[in-house]
């Protein structure tokens, strides 16, 4: 069978969790003996058109001109093309910038897959007209899709209440990882000396509630910021903590580099509160950190009971105060994860729940 994945910036990975996503899914189909395509931007830096036996499709993406925007015109161009061919499958990662071209374009007689993200209209970065707009996308997406995919339960549920829409569920993956302390000696720490947060730079993933709770707290440990802090409010978060222990690494798209720092950091801080499962998430659960997380439907459906959870900045202070007495359970609590990244987030096992998917499609 042929297999198109698109909505993604393309392989291999050097931008995000779809990017993840689509390299360990498309190489794993490849070994199971499906042809697979992905679609990626034309400014990609890899330049073959090859990647571990799957094919790379480049398409124009003017993101350097226009901004995000850019998006809407490449996964048109993208969606376009990839009808013109002969796939049985067409799988969309994410719906925001595609679901317009699924109104303007011939798409009734393909098969097309969305994974439905998280609640995208949700972000406190849209403006009121953008949240709407994106609605109106996540509607689009759940109608005129063949199947959609839901990466977290609760976003299944949100789906089948909205919509009336049934989705499967299939989460990101992660493997277990083997961190090494030399790695962070670039970074000037050692172990256990330092907090860590790794995330995109936005306000919905509660950067200024962890760090605003770490300041007030007593702690004296060091506070390190994994993201781009380019963006506008990447600088604005860099100008607001510059006269504290807060220290900002900026992007860092090292494997080895993260799983290391996650690994040993005394605490990781984990603030994602729009949605889904999400693929840092799982990394930090495989590296075996000790988490603390954004208490929400999404990632209580992850951690279950095994990381401590806050709602805002004094509830990160009382836990950090209180770190010595919760650490008590700490290598129980990452003993759990590690089985459960075993037993259920391998990407071996979300292989094969997506080669699952494409049997029911074909039959």
């Known amino acids: ?16 969790g779809f990017e993840q996503c689509a390299e360990n899914l498309s190489v794993g189909l490849v070994e199971n003996g499906y042809d697979v395509t992905v679609y990626s931007i034309d400014s990609h830096p890899y330049q073959s058109k090859i990647f571990k036996g799957v094919n790379i499709i480049k398409k124009y993406c003017p993101e350097n001109k226009i901004g995000s925007a850019a998006h809407f015109i490449y996964d048109f161009i993208c969606l376009k093309d990839a009808l013109k061919k002969d796939f049985d499958v067409i799988f969309e990662f994410g719906y925001q910038s595609v679901a317009i071209s699924f109104a303007l374009l011939p798409i009734k007689k393909s098969v097309i ?37 839901s990466d977290n339960k609760g976003i299944q549920d949100y789906i089948k209440q909205k919509y009336n829409k049934e989705s499967v569920m299939i989460p990101y993956g992660a493997d277990k990882v083997n961190p090494k302390k030399e790695f962070l000696t670039k970074y000037n720490v050692t172990i256990q000396d330092y907090f860590l947060l790794i995330a995109r730079l936005e306000p919905e993933n509660n950067i200024e509630m962890i760090l605003d709770g770490y300041l007030s707290s007593e702690s004296p440990t060091r506070f390190l910021v994994v993201g781009n ?61 000790f988490i603390f997380a954004h208490n929400n439907v999404f990632n209580r459906d992850v951690l279950e009971d095994n990381a401590f959870f806050f709602k ?46 494409i049997e029911k499609i074909s039959r």
């Open 1 to 16: 069978m042929k297999i198109a994945i698109l909505g993604t910036r393309g392989i291999p990975n050097n931008y995000g």
């Open 113 to 149: 897959v969305t994974n439905m993200d998280g609640l995208e209209w949700k972000r406190a970065k849209w403006s009121p007209f953008v949240k709407k707009l994106t609605k109106w996308f996540e509607k689009l997406a759940s109608e005129k899709s063949t199947f959609l995919i």
């Open 229 to 289: 802090t380019e963006t506008s409010y990447g600088k604005y978060l860099k100008d607001k903590y510059i006269q504290s222990d807060i220290v900002f690494l900026g992007s860092i798209f090292n494997k080895e580099d993260l799983d290391s720092l996650r690994k040993f950091a005394k605490v990781y801080f984990h603030g994602h509160s729009v949605g889904g499962t999400n693929p840092a998430l799982l990394e930090a659960m495989a590296a075996k950190a």
């Open 312 to 357: 805002n900045s004094n509830e990160v202070q009382h836990l950090l105060n209180c770190l010595k007495d919760i650490e008590k359970s700490k290598k129980q609590k990452i003993s759990n994860n590690s089985i459960k990244i075993d037993n259920e987030y391998s990407h071996q096992n979300i292989t094969n729940q997506y080669i699952n998917l």
